[in-house]
């Protein structure tokens, strides 16, 4: 397990982050479809993500109506974890609670109590990672983040980010943040796998320009790229994308993308789902890569993708198999930009 610099901080998180997002479904709803784990198997795959060296967990309080958050700080608790070995993440932005008009959102209203809402559940004095998990347009984004700056001073909150936003309205509230001397977004959580690489259009281009951190959600694109899934067969019984179609993803480029991942898997004597996220892995954006396992053995397979290498013409074989289709002013870019960034090239070579 490799550890990266989270964002433009002197943290530093595991290459891989436990997501919770399989805890405590049971109750109905799309969360019965991701999955319905309790205390005793959360507890067992905590247990051996910290064995592996995995120090970053991910939950948020909209999971199972916040079962998520209470099965994870009591998996914590039982395994006896010392605070500083591990940086627990969690998000806000769903309805929770009572749903009533105000709990949702990105408003002071909504952040403040719901930071006390999952310390409690959590069972912990602070959150490492607080992040905004979708893009309010009733709130304006200054009130955002001087909420989220008011938990960092007293101390509920060391870390912000953010989570499926627009490059614009991250770039907006990093000028904010910065004319007004307010913490920052240090990380965007986003969906990112080689068969849906949309973010390196416009995102990806500003959090290396901002020095921001990518934790990456999905990055299996629901089981699709697991290695059940084929052209010919369809989808497996039992497997997630059956009931939970999703995310949407260009299923043509994606059963292209498993084939080619297929011969390389069969070569190396790996799984698929391990080529996928040593793809990922070995993408510079890329902080830490969020995977979510029902069973411990699935854990395993995942966490073992840390050990896959990836060589330049494998690299290659799989950029040209999933590679976007050009789209402007991307393909304007390129050409008009062609001539200086061969003109920077020269001198750094030189």
Same mark, same amino acid.
């Given at each position: 397990?490799?550890?990266?610099?989270?964002? %433009? /901080?002197?943290?530093?998180?595991?290459?891989?982050?436990?997501?919770?997002?399989?805890?405590?479904?049971?109750?109905?709803?799309?969360?019965?479809?991701?999955?319905?784990?309790?205390?005793?198997?959360?507890?067992?795959?905590?247990?051996?993500?910290? $064995?592996?060296?995995?120090?970053?967990?991910? /939950?948020?309080?909209?999971?199972?109506?916040?079962?998520?958050? &209470?099965?994870?700080?009591?998996?914590?608790?039982?395994?006896?974890?010392?605070?500083? %070995?591990?940086?627990?993440?969690?998000?806000?932005?769903?309805?929770?609670?009572?749903?009533?008009?105000?709990?949702?959102?990105?408003?002071?209203?909504?952040?403040?109590?719901?930071?006390?809402?999952?310390?409690?559940?959590?069972?912990?004095?602070?959150?490492?990672?607080?992040?905004?998990?979708?893009?309010?347009?009733?709130?304006?984004?200054?009130?955002?983040?001087?909420?989220?700056?008011?938990?960092?001073?007293?101390?509920?909150?060391?870390?912000?980010?953010?989570?499926?936003?627009?490059?614009?309205?991250?770039?907006?509230?990093?000028?904010?943040?910065?004319?007004?001397?307010?913490?920052?977004?240090?990380?965007?959580?986003?969906?990112?796998?080689?068969?849906?690489?949309?973010?390196?259009? $416009?995102?990806?281009?500003?959090?290396?320009?901002? %020095?921001?951190?990518?934790?990456?959600?999905?990055?299996?694109?629901?089981?699709?790229?697991?290695?059940?899934?084929?052209?010919?067969?369809?989808?497996?019984?039992?497997?997630?994308?059956?009931?939970?179609?999703?995310?949407?993803?260009?299923?043509?480029?994606?059963?292209?993308?498993?084939?080619?991942?297929?011969?390389?898997?069969?070569?190396?004597?790996?799984?698929?789902?391990?080529?996928?996220?040593?793809?990922?892995?070995?993408?510079?954006?890329?902080?830490?890569?969020?995977?979510?396992?029902?069973?411990?053995?699935?854990?395993?397979?995942? &966490?073992?993708?840390?050990?896959?290498?990836?060589?330049?013409?494998?690299?290659?074989?799989?950029?040209?198999?999933?590679?976007?289709?050009?789209?402007?002013?991307?393909?304007?870019?390129?050409?008009?930009?062609?001539?200086?960034?061969?003109?920077?090239?020269?001198?750094?070579?030189?």
């Amino acid at each position: 397990m490799r550890y990266r610099k989270f964002g %433009n /901080t002197g943290l530093f998180v595991s290459e891989l982050c436990l997501g919770t997002m399989t805890f405590g479904g049971g109750g109905g709803g799309i969360w019965d479809n991701i999955g319905t784990l309790q205390q005793a198997d959360a507890d067992r795959l905590v247990g051996r993500s910290l $064995e592996a060296g995995i120090n970053f967990i991910d /939950t948020a309080d909209v999971y199972a109506d916040g079962q998520s958050e &209470i099965i994870t700080g009591q998996a914590l608790k039982n395994l006896k974890v010392p605070r500083e %070995n591990v940086v627990v993440a969690t998000k806000i932005h769903g309805e929770t609670g009572t749903k009533s008009v105000n709990s949702r959102g990105g408003s002071r209203f909504h952040i403040i109590d719901g930071v006390k809402a999952s310390l409690k559940r959590l069972q912990l004095d602070h959150v490492d990672l607080y992040q905004i998990h979708g893009f309010d347009p009733a709130t304006p984004i200054e009130e955002t983040l001087r909420a989220l700056d008011t938990l960092v001073q007293h101390g509920h909150v060391r870390y912000i980010g953010v989570s499926n936003w627009a490059a614009w309205q991250i770039a907006k509230a990093l000028g904010i943040s910065e004319r007004l001397g307010l913490a920052r977004f240090e990380s965007l959580q986003a969906y990112y796998t080689i068969a849906g690489r949309d973010l390196e259009r $416009e995102l990806v281009p500003l959090l290396q320009s901002e %020095n921001v951190g990518l934790l990456v959600w999905s990055p299996l694109a629901g089981g699709l790229l697991s290695g059940k899934y084929t052209r010919e067969g369809g989808k497996e019984e039992g497997s997630r994308r059956t009931k939970f179609d999703f995310p949407p993803v260009n299923v043509e480029r994606a059963y292209d993308c498993i084939d080619a991942m297929r011969s390389m898997a069969e070569a190396k004597g790996v799984s698929v789902a391990q080529i996928a996220l040593a793809w990922l892995l070995h993408q510079k954006p890329v902080t830490s890569v969020i995977i979510g396992a029902k069973r411990v053995e699935q854990l395993d397979d995942n &966490i073992a993708a840390t050990n896959v290498r990836l060589n330049d013409d494998e690299l290659a074989a799989l950029d040209e198999v999933s590679q976007l289709p050009a789209e402007y002013p991307g393909w304007m870019l390129a050409r008009v930009g062609e001539y200086r960034r061969k003109q920077l090239k020269e001198a750094a070579d030189y």
